[in-house]
């Protein structure tokens, strides 16, 4: 019967012994392969090494050939006819005995005891001049010119003064400071607009009071005169 020939079948309940055997066969196999790899990381250290060892003999005997040369060197230098030959060279520059022998009676006339406080005193003038020189020049030049940007709007009597011609009133005001910019009409009230116009003027050259007065003496068209922006630049 199928039943009872599986009733004697063991495999299943050793499945344990089993997996505890590939178990430990993997395991084996695992501890092969670490051994074999530092095997391999201790010849590669090894060879390193010796890489390394073959380069340091060569730059020792490097050394202890540049050793030997200086040595060599300095034996040269130490030797009696160096030594002769360098007082040889200092005992060179003799010329000033010369100016020392000068006889001492010789004319002294033509020494001029005074001759240095002449120069420091002439030396004085000349930079004194160039000093007042230097400075009347730095006071002459021109420093930065001041100017301001103004935003001036010109207010007209009604809504049938011809802006057109109020603006051309304006910008015929001409003088040396001054330039007139852009300028576009504003809304005020009753269908009445302003002219709104922009005016570069040289603070010292162009007064904006008085610039102003001229804009009202158009008084066919102009009725007011305010400032709406004032920026130094």
Known sequence: MPNSNLAHETVWLDKSVFDDAESNYYTRLAGNATDSG???????????LEIENSDLRKTVNDLVGRLSKLETRVTSLETPGAKSATPAKAAA??????????????DDDDVDLFGS????????????KRLKEYGEKKS?????IAKSSVILDVKPWDDETDMKELEKAVRSIQKDGLVWGVSKLMPVAYNVKKLQIVVVVEDDKVSIEELT??????????????IA?????
Do not use: C, H
């Not at 530092?38 to 390193?48: D, M, P, R």
């Not at 002459?140 to 930065?144: D, F, I, L, S, Y």
């Open 38 to 48: 530092v095997s391999e990381g201790v010849i590669n250290k090894l060879q390193a």
């Open 93 to 106: 520059p003799k010329p000033a005995a010369k100016a020392a022998a000068k006889p001492a009676d010789d």
């Open 117 to 128: 406080d002449e120069e420091d005193e002439e030396s004085k003038a000349v930079r004194e």
């Open 140 to 144: 002459k030049k021109p420093g930065p």
């Open 213 to 226: 007065e001229e804009i009202e003496a158009f008084e066919d068209f102009v009725q007011s005169v305010d």
């Open 229 to 233: 922006a004032f920026n130094k630049i």
